[in-house]
């Protein structure tokens, strides 16, 4: 079974840019969750959604959002980039929203310039 | 809120065991997880524990949980250089729905 797919993997956008991230669950996977990490503030919590409807939020500000598809694809988008944007953005899947074990993709590089 | 804590840094030889230790905070955790991330890569799953376990082995790795002291450990029998990477403890709760809270992150160095 094909594990969790992210793409781009890397990408260098400019301060004010927007950016649209794109991640595939392990087939069967109706949750997806997004993660940043980045080195001063660890992994921290962006969202979640199961079945098309985000069931959890993180301390983000609205510039971040995302959305799942029926096929429980899920993008993410971050709007007005900010230097502070470079991170890593993980994405994790599970079958459902109860804490099921979650499998992480590789992730994608963004820097900001 | 919710809090994982864990050491940054831990150096051992190889073929030595290593032990890695977290502390939680939040006493509704249901699951507690380990994770491995290695330069460049995203977070590998190595082991879960349910709350209501004390223990859990997987090959050379051993998970420890003590609920009392919301404390968990992870030993790594046999450690290999390719061992060497960062360690994320995680927990969540039913309550937390898909979130997890990571701690900081446990760098080992395994010398030859």
């Known amino acids: 079974k094909a594990g969790v797919t992210q793409t781009p993997r890397y990408l260098i956008k400019t301060r004010g840019q927007q950016v649209t991230l794109s991640c595939s669950p392990i087939?069967?996977?109706?949750?997806v969750s997004w993660y940043q990490q980045t080195p001063g503030q660890g992994l921290q919590f962006l969202f979640e959604?199961?079945?098309?409807?985000?069931?959890n939020k993180g301390n983000f500000p609205g510039r971040f959002s995302g959305r799942q598809f029926s096929n429980s694809r899920s993008e993410m988008n971050v709007s007005t980039l900010e230097l502070g944007d470079s991170a890593l953005y993980l994405c994790?899947?599970?079958?459902?929203?109860?804490?099921?074990?979650?499998?992480f993709g590789p992730g994608t590089r963004l820097l900001v310039l | 809120g919710e809090d994982v804590e864990q050491s940054l840094f831990l150096s051992v030889r190889e073929g030595d065991s290593s032990v890695i230790n977290c502390t939680y905070t939040?006493?509704?955790?249901?699951?507690l997880y380990w994770y491995k991330q290695e330069p460049g890569a995203g977070l590998q799953l190595l082991t879960y524990?349910?709350?209501?376990?004390d223990m859990k082995q997987d090959q050379r790795l051993t998970v420890l949980l003590n609920k009392k002291d919301k404390h968990l450990s992870l030993r790594i029998a046999d450690t290999q250089t390719g061992d060497s990477a960062i360690y994320f403890c995680?927990?969540?709760?039913?309550?937390?729905?898909?979130?997890?809270?990571f701690g900081q992150g446990t760098e080992l160095s395994v010398k030859p």
């Open positions: 994790a899947s599970s079958l459902r929203t109860d804490g099921e074990t979650q499998y």
């Open positions: 959604y199961f079945s098309e409807t985000q069931r």
């Open positions: 087939s069967g996977h109706r949750s």
């Open positions: 939040d006493s509704s955790s249901t699951y």
């Open positions: 995680a927990e969540t709760s039913y309550n937390q729905g898909g979130k997890l809270i």
């Open positions: 524990i349910f709350s209501n376990m």
